[in-house]
């Protein structure tokens, strides 16, 4: 697996762990997080779609494809980062 692959697992574990943490406290959020988590959510999942094509097609997926998720991930995290802020 190339350094990229084992960077976006490491990265959707990451974001897996956090969001799990989340759910925990989601029950104590404000309106506006609730409002805000469906959101984040599908983002996560279109991203793990996303980790899952770059997989199946490793020795093709071009350099611009790994950023692209990269900057989802990242927009995951600073919703989770706000979100955590809201809590």
Do not use: C, T
């Not at 574990?13 to 989340?22: A, V």
């Not at 999942?45 to 991930?73: H, P, T, W």
């Amino acid at each position: 697996m190339s350094k990229q692959l084992y960077d976006i697992d490491e990265i959707l574990e990451s974001l897996k762990q956090q969001s799990d943490e989340i759910k925990l406290q989601l029950h104590l959020a404000k309106a506006e997080v609730r409002d805000e988590w469906p959101v984040l959510e599908k983002k996560l999942e279109e991203l793990k779609n996303k980790a899952e094509a770059i997989r199946e097609e490793a020795g093709g997926a071009s350099e611009d494809i790994l950023e692209a998720a990269k900057l989802v991930a990242e927009e995951v995290r600073h919703g989770f980062e706000r979100i955590r802020k809201l809590l």
